[in-house]
Structures are given as C-alpha cells and as structure tokens.
Nanobody
Framework: QVQLVESGGGLVQPGGSLRLSCVAS????????MGWYRKAPGKERELVAR???????DYADSVKGRFTISRDNAQSSLYLQMDSLKPEDTAVYYC??????????WGQGIQVTVSS
C-alpha cells in the first residue's frame, strides 16, 4: 500500500524557517525523482522543488535561493528546508513523484502558515 506522510509544518513569522519531512512507503523510493508541491487557497497545486534519483535539484523561481530539497534514499525520506519564509508561501505542502506519469496517491499534506 502506497503511503506518503508529510510532517513539520506549522505557523511561522515572516523571515522564519521550517523543515518539512516526507516518509514514503509502498514505493521504490530511490529509483525516481521526487518533488514538493504546494496548494494555496484559490490556486492550483504547483511543483516548487524537485530532486532527481541522482540528486540533481530544481526550484520554482518563487522559492529559488530560499528553499532546499534533499532526500535520504535509505530512509525513503524527502525533506524541504524553507528559509526566509514569506506570507505568500502559505499553503498546504505535499510530496510526490516529480513527474505526472509517476504520481502516486497524494497524502494529506501539511499546512504551512506564514504570518505575523
């Protein structure tokens, strides 16, 4: 059974930091790229960071230089270090494969709220 479980979100002030974690089970985690997505109210879900099976990374322009994605294949885990957070980063964050043909069922996501 495929399961993606995100954690580490919460309420943070602008300029603050959070580290998100995602643990995957039921998939061959290491063989494909993974990504962090987010969905803000009234907006489509967007891919904000991706990491290939080999560790190459790519970021949406809106988070470049502030977010860092990493993975631990031995732990089937994906991470997102988020620094210099802005109110516009407020969203529910999800992990999944980074390419649509390989998406698996979505987890519940984790809320990130950036507000003073």
């Amino acid at each position: 059974q495929v399961q993606l479980v995100e954690s580490g979100g919460g309420l943070v002030q602008p300029g603050g930091s959070l580290r998100l974690s995602c643990v995957a089970s039921g998939i061959m985690f290491r063989i494909r790229g993974m990504g962090w997505y987010r969905k803000a109210p009234g907006k489509e879900r967007e891919l904000v960071a991706r990491i290939s099976s080999g560790g190459d990374t790519d970021y949406a322009d809106s988070v470049k230089g502030r977010f860092t994605i990493s993975r631990d294949n031995a732990q089937s885990s994906l991470y997102l270090q988020m620094d210099s957070l802005k109110p516009e980063d407020t969203a529910v964050y999800y992990c999944n494969r980074d390419m649509s043909p390989y998406l698996v069922p979505w987890g519940q996501g984790i809320q990130v709220t950036v507000s003073s």
